[in-house]
């Protein structure tokens, strides 16, 4: 199975403070993608990266960086936390779409900020 | 922009009842995908839908999409309590060749006995 691991299940940080949220997959995927999820919002996707080095800016990028210099590995960066950021943060893998590829999820990091 | 829009967004439901939630979206895509998330869990993937008229069915749960009304239907029959979770639409679309999955808001269903 595919496993996409999130490093931090629960976080707390300051306003202010930088937060680097950690996602890594083990399934070679090309694709990999970060989204908040909100109470009555849904997912909403941030970022998301369809290769090494490569991003593309989601519905609500502002406020996040991201970082995949690593196949694996796909970072979202908080530069200065705000209260309006807590949220559950979910990642996300998958292959290049051709056909029925579904996202595979990471178990989230919930972040609070306060 | 695209909209993907479910509702109802919540639904109490009494055991051995059938429902409906409905996905409308609002651009063209051939391509819907079902989630379910159980309380505290993340994303489950339930069906992937890849063409007008397609139709998947696991167990009490069925999936459809018509393509030219961009609209899908998660039908759930004789509902049983393992069924509540709330479940979410996903839309495929391309930005410059490389597809990003565009969520609904969230059906969250209680089955109550």
């Known amino acids: 199975d595919v496993k996409v691991t999130q490093s931090s299940r629960y976080l707390v940080k300051r306003t202010g403070e930088k937060v680097f949220l950690e996602c890594v997959q083990d399934?070679?995927?090309?694709?990999m993608f970060w989204y908040r999820q909100d109470p009555g919002l849904g997912l909403r996707l941030i970022y998301f990266?369809?290769?090494?080095?490569?991003?593309e800016k989601g519905d609500i990028p502002e406020g996040y960086s991201v970082s995949r210099e690593k196949k694996e590995r796909f970072s979202l960066i908080l530069e200065s936390a705000s209260t309006n950021q807590t949220s559950m943060y979910l990642c996300?893998?998958?292959?290049?779409?051709?056909?029925?590829?579904?996202?595979?999820f990471g178990a989230g990091s919930r972040l609070t900020v306060l | 922009e695209l909209k993907v829009e479910q509702n109802p967004l919540f639904l109490s439901m009494q055991e051995g009842k059938n429902y409906t939630i409905y996905c409308n979206y609002s651009?063209?895509?051939?391509?819907l995908y079902w989630y379910r998330q159980d309380p505290g869990k993340s994303l489950e993937s339930l069906f992937v839908?890849?063409?007008?008229?397609a139709v998947k069915q696991e167990g009490r749960l069925m999936a459809s999409l018509d393509t030219k009304a961009r609209l899908s239907t998660l039908h759930i029959t004789a509902a049983v309590h393992d069924l509540s979770a709330t479940y979410f639409c996903?839309?495929?679309?391309?930005?410059?060749?490389?597809?990003?999955?565009?969520f609904g808001t969230g059906t969250r269903l209680t089955i109550i006995p």
């Open positions: 996300a893998s998958r292959t290049q779409p051709s056909g029925a590829n579904v996202l595979t």
């Open positions: 399934m070679d995927h090309e694709n």
């Open positions: 990266s369809y290769d090494v080095k490569m991003k």
């Open positions: 651009t063209t895509s051939d391509r």
């Open positions: 839908l890849l063409s007008n008229g």
């Open positions: 996903a839309v495929d679309t391309s930005n410059f060749g490389n597809e990003k999955l565009t």
